[in-house]
């Protein structure tokens, strides 16, 4: 997607970020040196840009991991997701040694979603059913971005489609911030959000009362 707060527009180019390389029993190892300060739920989160776009790799990433009894956490925002072939099969593999999924929902409206993000969230709100079809455990996260996600009837829109998932754990808000501007002036990009301000801690309230569940 090419969300117009990403903080890591760096990583929309496939391959063109540089970083070390390492296999993945090599990175396991180096993850397991912080095995004592995880505690009992603990484990690797994978993040990106966007992780599905690397399944394969992600695949045997988890299952190794599982396999050495490490938790695993999927960090995504679903575009990707489809329940066509190769696809969907090698999801379905790899959300059996997924632990929890961070899901980020962006919008419900779809295209309010497209002007967001440039791509409608039709498979991103079937991803969501998926999970919930498969148990997997989910928290949902939304990031708060004044004028455009935080209208109260949207956020009552986005309550009433979570509580028809029975697998959310926790329903986070992330306020929108602008500590990735600075990566659009080095890429040359125009950041078209300038000006709009970060949520105050009343907005933020009024958010997560909506969004988050009765205990």
Known sequence: MRCRYCHNPDTWAPGSSEGETMTIQELLDKAERYRAYWGKEGGITVSGGEALLQIDDLIELFEEAHRRGINTC?????????????????????????????????????????????????????????????????????????????????????????????????????PYHTLGVYKW?????????????????EQIKKAEEILRPLP
């Not at 002036?185 to 801690?201: D, I």
């Open 74 to 174: 999927l960090d995504t925002a679903a575009q990707p997701f489809t329940r066509e072939e190769p696809f969907y099969g090698k999801f379905l593999r790899l959300m059996k040694v997924t632990d929890t999924v961070l899901l980020d929902l962006k919008h419900l409206d779809s295209e309010a979603h497209k002007k967001l993000t440039g791509w409608g969230n039709e498979n991103i709100l079937d991803c969501a059913h998926c999970l919930s079809d498969l148990g997997v455990p989910v928290w949902i996260r939304h990031v708060l971005v004044p004028g455009i996600t935080d209208d109260e009837d949207h956020l009552r829109r986005m309550r009433a489609f979570i509580n028809t998932l029975k697998n959310v754990e926790r329903v986070e808000v992330l």
């Open 185 to 201: 002036k080095e890429l040359g990009l125009k950041y078209s959000l300038e000006g709009v301000p970060t949520p105050t801690k």
